[in-house]
């Protein structure tokens, strides 16, 4: 088994892990199928079954599936994923253990349903100051990241180990001055968050800004003035979810 197959083996058992742990696995299911933006009907052609299979298992019609039928499913999502050219693994990675790195992810949490984008700042107390348009779009959990840290200390490759299981996220940098520096280093990694947080600036570089109009990413500013103000609130408000 080569590198990209151990990879993709390893991810889908995380995702396989979270079905079959959650009280709800239906909309686990589609919470995934959302991320890897395949349908219904392009999963159930995969699979040799009929669409109304994979809608009764996510709308909880149909009992909880055994794991070699998610895995069935979870397998079917990947492979139409790769099909279609999303080069979706990329996304993907184990959250690192080095000590340079973990020391830049003040906190990570993977949400076990999607939070809209507008619900996630009235939470972390933010307002939208681009692509405010983008507002109802979902995030599936959020990295708090020492920012100096993170832009000093890691090169491109290692920057997109804070995205965590999946880039359809917040990305929040403390300590900012105008947020033009943590804008370019992700337009530098390819990867594009659903949502940029700043803590810190009272006003947004303007380049910054043009990065997230064109890349299509979401960006606020938080009010919330010290970090481990913010770290408690996220942990409050984002609890159990």
Known sequence: MNENEIMKDNLAKKICGEIVLSEKPGVIIKKWRNIFKVSQREIADEMGVMPSVLSDYESGRRKSPGIKIIRKIVDAMIKVSERKGDDILREFYTFPGEDHISSCILDIKEFKL???????????????????????????????????????????????????????????FTNVTKGR?????????????????????????????????????????????????LKNTL???????
Do not use: H, W
Not at 145 to 156: N, R, V
Not at 187 to 210: H, I, M, Y
């Open 181 to 229: 520096s943590p804008m370019v280093a992700i337009k530098v990694t390819n990867l594009r968050p659903s949502l940029v947080v700043f803590q810190g600036p009272d006003k947004v570089d303007e380049l910054a800004k043009r990065i997230g109009e064109i890349e299509g990413i979401s960006i606020a500013i938080t009010k919330i003035k010290d970090k481990n103000t």
């Open 114 to 172: 999607p939070v809209k984008i507008k619900d996630f700042c009235k939470k972390a107390e933010c307002i939208l100051v681009a692509r405010e348009d983008l507002s109802d779009k979902e995030v599936y959990g959020y990295s708090l990241i020492d920012s100096m840290k993170a832009i000093i200390e890691l090169s491109p490759t290692e920057l997109v180990k804070i995205y965590g299981l999946t880039t359809n996220r917040a990305l929040i």
């Open 235 to 241: 942990k409050r408000n984002f609890n159990g979810m």
